[in-house]
């Protein structure tokens, strides 16, 4: 799956955009802390997390006006391809 394009979008809510980078793929997520881990526009995320093993390399909750409530959540995933995970 190809993912340097990937981005979703809820208002308020939750951004997320996909990077491409040498030697892996980064995934940045934008997040109202007020969203729970569950829920459903986060699926789209998630999914994507999972398919490509991701690995948190970073968070940090800062303030964020466009963000419901002031506050968001950043979090910044490094993706690997699932064949190449574990090879050495």
């Known amino acids: 799956m190809e993912i340097k394009d990937f981005e979703a979008d809820r208002p308020c809510w939750v951004h997320a955009t996909g990077h491409d980078f040498t030697p892996g793929t980064t995934l940045v997520v934008r997040r109202s802390t007020w969203l729970r881990d569950d829920d459903q526009w986060l699926e789209p995320i998630n999914e994507i997390l999972r398919r490509h093993n991701a690995e948190l390399v970073a968070r940090d909750t800062?303030?964020?006006?466009?963000?419901?409530?002031?506050?968001?959540?950043?979090?910044?995933?490094?993706?690997h391809e699932p064949a190449l995970v574990g090879a050495a």
């Not at 800062?62 to 993706?79: H, I, P, R, W």
């Open 62 to 79: 800062v303030e964020d006006k466009t963000m419901m409530f002031g506050e968001a959540e950043l979090s910044v995933y490094l993706l």
